[in-house]
């Protein structure tokens, strides 16, 4: 034994190395346990999903070919993003435009034929849905202007429901004809002001009133 050396000094020495032996050995079990995906790991997220693939023209199922003049991307509350297209046929094509909405798998949920002066005459509002989620567009045939509505349903939106084939301006259940939009007010809706003129004693000479129209979950009606 060196002089210099005691065997109570080897002792602790050798306690001292056993110490530390366990104490890499209590670090490398941490270790293991946080690498190997227990509790002491994070909840990942999962992956939010891709948007809806819409198409870029109106499919020709819609029967609704031509310019393509605006398109809207919309949120339906049954079906999820919608593409609406504001469509002005051919000069040569009866009716002159065409409003359609089509689904990112591609089925077509609405097609609306509307009499359109020119390409200006079909507009989108701004903004094109409010607190009802339905959807505005504002036309004029020649003379007056309207407002179209597109009131979603489970499979698509209702028909506008045109009186006649031949008509494609007035007499809708959600074609308003001379009449504006208006809002949306505090309510985030809009209003229609539907222009009414009486022919007493002449459509010349007669009188233009003015009715709001209000939603009431199925129609616009005036407010009671």
């Known amino acids: 034994m060196p002089p210099s050396e005691s065997p109570g000094s080897r002792r602790q ?8 032996a366990l104490l890499v050995s209590a670090l490398a079990l941490l270790s293991t346990a946080g690498c190997g ?9 999962a992956p ?27 949120q339906h509350p049954d079906l999820g993003a919608v593409r609406v297209f504001l469509i002005r046929r051919p000069a040569s094509q009866e009716p002159t ?15 609306t034929d ?50 006649t084939p031949e008509d494609h301006y007035s007499g809708g259940r959600f074609a308003y004809y001379n009449a504006k939009l208006a809002g949306p007010g505090a309510d985030g809706r809009y209003t229609i002001t539907r222009y009414e003129k009486s022919c007493d004693p002449n459509c010349a000479e ?6 709001t129209l209000h ?5 616009y009606r005036p407010a009671e």
């Not at 020119?118 to 045939?141: H, I, M, Q």
């Not at 939603?215 to 129609?219: C, I, K, L, Q, T």
Request: charged residues 20%; glycine residues 12%; hydrophobic residues 30%.
């Open 13 to 20: 020495g050798f306690t001292g190395l056993r110490g530390s």
């Open 37 to 45: 995906g227990g509790t002491s790991r994070p909840p990942q997220a």
């Open 48 to 74: 939010s999903p891709s948007p809806a693939s819409l198409p870029s023209s109106p499919p020709a199922a819609a029967k609704c070919a031509g310019k393509v003049l605006d398109r809207r991307d919309i």
């Open 97 to 111: 435009g065409c409003v359609t909405a089509v689904s990112g798998s591609g089925n077509v949920l609405t097609s």
């Open 114 to 163: 509307v009499d359109i002066h020119d390409e200006k005459s079909l507009r989108f509002a701004d903004p094109a849905t409010d607190a009802t989620k339905n959807t505005f567009v504002t036309y004029n045939p020649g003379r007056y202007d309207g407002v179209l509505v597109f009131v979603p349903s489970t499979k698509g939106f209702e028909d506008i429901g045109w009186s």
């Open 206 to 211: 007669g009188i233009t009133t003015e009715v």
């Open 215 to 219: 939603w009431n979950g199925h129609d």
